[in-house]
């Protein structure tokens, strides 16, 4: 089983559907480092590497995909002879569900590279088809269907930054009244947790005040809940990471955002952080709201 561990690989391979955000990764990965070069023909990967690596490039990253055309039929065979030899790329693949690509085509209005006969709809089912040996050859999947810009950067970041790396893990709390969080991937109820709001006391402090987070942690109900998850969140999360998701979202809600989701977020990511060698963040989505604080 894949283990997040170990330094970010000093060559990677970048492709994926169109639309799915590899040009804005390109400009990310350039930021962490690597010698990039964008809409790059497969056949070329092998010569391009040399040439980088006599100019001192120590890290480097390929963007190949459709936009090249005929010459993209090469990529499968180019990553293999660069395998043969010994310089097998980190193959990150870039995903995002149909609906999602064509209403980024149609805010963009740029023309689909596959060009099949029908419109974009047709070309995005083209290409998929094109991709699916690529795709599960793939080392990262990363989906971007409910990615913001700064889910990407982090992502990335955690992937092939200089810091601890592996797929990151992030805990939101959120409040129901507000909607699901977009883009999780494990949803999980606090409400049957008795809730601060209702006690004078707590109620204008936030979960991560100690009053609160005290009031939530130390109730038997939290107690067992979090004794119940913890073998949970330790057999799911390195099964998410083998399955190549670059990025796990653990959402947990309550009425408001404020008060129970938000302390049982900061502890599960304290203990997440004490098994899991990948980067774990928090994210309190609305513990700030003016709606939740009267």
């Not at 799915?20 to 390109?26: P, V």
């Not at 399955?243 to 809600?253: N, P």
């Not at 009425?255 to 997440?272: C, K, L, P, Q």
């Not at 700030?288 to 009267?294: I, K």
Request: charged letters at 30%; one cysteine or more.
């Amino acid at each position: 089983m894949a283990e997040a561990s170990g330094s970010p690989p000093d060559f990677i391979v970048v492709t994926g559907l169109s639309g799915s955000g590899k040009s804005q990764a390109a400009k990310v990965i350039e930021d962490l480092g690597y010698y990039t070069l964008d809409n790059l023909p497969p056949a070329l990967m092998d010569t391009a590497l040399e040439v980088s690596r006599k100019g001192g490039h120590t890290k480097v990253a390929f963007v190949v995909d459709a936009r090249s055309g005929a010459l993209f039929e090469e990529a499968a065979a180019a990553i293999d002879a660069l395998q043969r030899d010994g310089r097998r790329p980190h193959l990150v693949f870039f995903d995002a569900s149909d609906d999602t690509l064509l209403r980024r085509y149609s805010e963009t209005r740029h023309k689909h590279p596959v060009e099949a006969a029908g419109g974009v709809q047709p070309s995005i089912s083209e290409e998929r088809r094109r991709l699916v040996e690529l795709r599960a050859r793939a080392d990262k999947v990363i989906d971007t269907t409910h990615f913001s810009v700064k889910d990407l950067r982090d992502t990335l970041h955690a992937l092939y930054g200089s810091g601890r790396t592996g797929m990151l893990v992030r805990v939101i709390s959120f409040g129901y009244k507000f909607g699901l969080p977009l883009g999780a991937d494990l949803v999980l109820d606090c409400r049957f947790m008795e809730n601060p709001f209702y006690i004078d006391e707590l109620r204008p402090y936030p979960g991560t005040h100690e009053k609160v987070r005290d009031f939530v942690l130390g109730h038997p109900a939290t107690k067992s809940f979090l004794e119940a998850l913890d073998p949970l969140l330790r057999f799911a999360i390195p099964r998410y990471d083998a399955e190549k998701k670059a990025h796990l979202a653990i959402a947990f809600g309550c009425t408001g955002g404020r008060h129970r989701s938000v302390a049982i977020a900061e502890e599960v990511m304290r203990r997440v952080r004490e098994y899991w060698p990948g980067p774990v963040e928090v994210e309190h989505r609305d513990v700030d709201r003016a709606e939740v604080r009267t």
